[in-house]
């Protein structure tokens, strides 16, 4: 299991494929919240978890969805 670091980078308008881009205005939050890293587990259906200061463990499925991302994201922070 490796963590996805929050590289923050400047894209190209056609280049809006990651999740992190997809959910770029939750992300800022985020990060600025302290969460450097997102942990992808395999596990169906919606699963988000801000285990440590730095760290947020989400399901394969939250990820892929920019919704149900950006709302994990924005969850992570009050927790």
């Known amino acids: 299991m490796t963590p996805i670091r929050l590289?923050?980078?400047?894209?190209s308008r056609n280049s809006l494929k990651?999740?992190?881009?997809r959910s770029f205005p939750a992300l800022i939050p985020a990060w600025e919240s302290g969460i450097d890293?997102?942990?992808v587990l395999p596990y169906r259906g919606y699963f988000a978890r801000?285990?440590?200061r730095r760290h947020v463990v989400v399901s394969a499925e939250v990820r892929?969805?920019?919704e149900q991302y950006s709302r994990a994201l924005t969850e992570s922070i009050s927790a």
């Open 18 to 21: 990651t999740p992190n881009d």
């Open 7 to 11: 590289g923050i980078k400047v894209s």
């Open 37 to 39: 890293s997102i942990i």
């Open 50 to 52: 801000r285990i440590t």
């Open 64 to 66: 892929s969805t920019p």
